[in-house]
């Protein structure tokens, strides 16, 4: 019988941070085994170690949809369950290092991330599903398409309150990010010089929003740098999951000279 741990992720209350499933055991399942688990569980994303070599895990994630390259906070979800050290995870994306301390916090570094324009009618098609109009937009903080292991559209909203009023078409959107390949949609409002609050619809997931998402994060922190909207030493701090009452709290590190993104938080296990 295959053991599925539960743990909640970017916090250190199992009621707070976003769910993840987790398999420390996946060797011989089935792509649709997992998958079916994965929807079982019900979560946003479940983790899956199907081997173990000297190379390091090859780790898949699977929402109760469909698998996804990289997820980032079922990868701090699968580091805190393997207890502390230092990991690698071979990801559909490419290789994730992950390191865990004695308090159970756990810090990936994700790969190589890239920032691409997005043109007038994905903008217009996003703006549309989201029920977002120009006015809408914080306009300092460009929209773009950003990656670091899964491809997530960045938009800033010009005021909390728009971030809050999150009510968007959920098959409109979710037809749109298949076609894109779009994994979630970071929606971002600046709080302070290096604090953000943020919310990520993940339609194409089957949830409607996700409460804390380490991959949309990294690909932020990439973002953020690129277009050279903080230094390349920042340290970056992401609230999220608070609309939703799961309170979830990521930190984002750049560090000069290192091209992948950073992304720290705390897992906890989710009892029952």
Not at 125 to 134: F, H, I, M, V, Y
Request: charged fraction near 25%.
């Amino acid at each position: 019988m295959t053991e599925i741990l539960r743990y909640a992720a970017f916090s250190d209350d199992p009621k707070g941070g976003n769910p993840a499933g987790v398999v420390l055991d996946a060797t011989g399942l089935s792509d649709e085994r997992m998958l079916a688990i994965a929807a079982e569980v019900g979560y946003s994303e479940t983790a899956f170690i199907t081997g173990r070599d000297e190379g390091g895990l090859r780790v898949r994630y699977f929402s109760p949809l469909a698998e996804v390259p990289f997820c980032g906070h079922a990868t701090v979800a699968t580091a805190v369950a393997l207890g502390p050290g230092d990991h690698v995870f071979r990801t559909n994306a490419g290789e994730v290092p992950v390191s865990v301390d004695d308090a159970g916090r756990a810090t990936l570094t994700s790969v190589d991330p890239a920032v691409d324009d997005l043109d007038e009618a994905g903008r217009a098609a996003l703006l549309a599903a989201l029920r977002w109009d120009a006015a809408d937009l914080d306009e300092s903080l460009p929209v773009k398409v950003a990656y670091a292991g899964a491809r997530h559209p960045v938009l800033a909203a010009s005021s909390r309150r728009r971030l809050a009023a999150l009510d968007y078409d959920f098959e409109a959107l979710k037809t749109l990010m298949e076609s894109r390949g779009w994994t979630t949609i970071q929606l971002v409002f600046r709080a302070g010089e290096d604090t953000f609050d943020v919310r990520d619809p993940f339609p194409v997931g089957g949830v409607y929003e996700d409460p804390a998402t380490g991959a949309a994060a990294a690909a932020f922190g990439g973002y953020l740098r690129a277009l050279g909207i903080v230094g390349g030493d920042a340290v970056l701090h992401l609230r999220q999951g608070d609309d939703l009452g799961r309170p979830s709290r990521i930190t984002v590190t750049l560090v000069p000279g290192e091209a992948g993104v950073r992304v720290s938080g705390q897992a906890v296990p989710i009892a029952g």
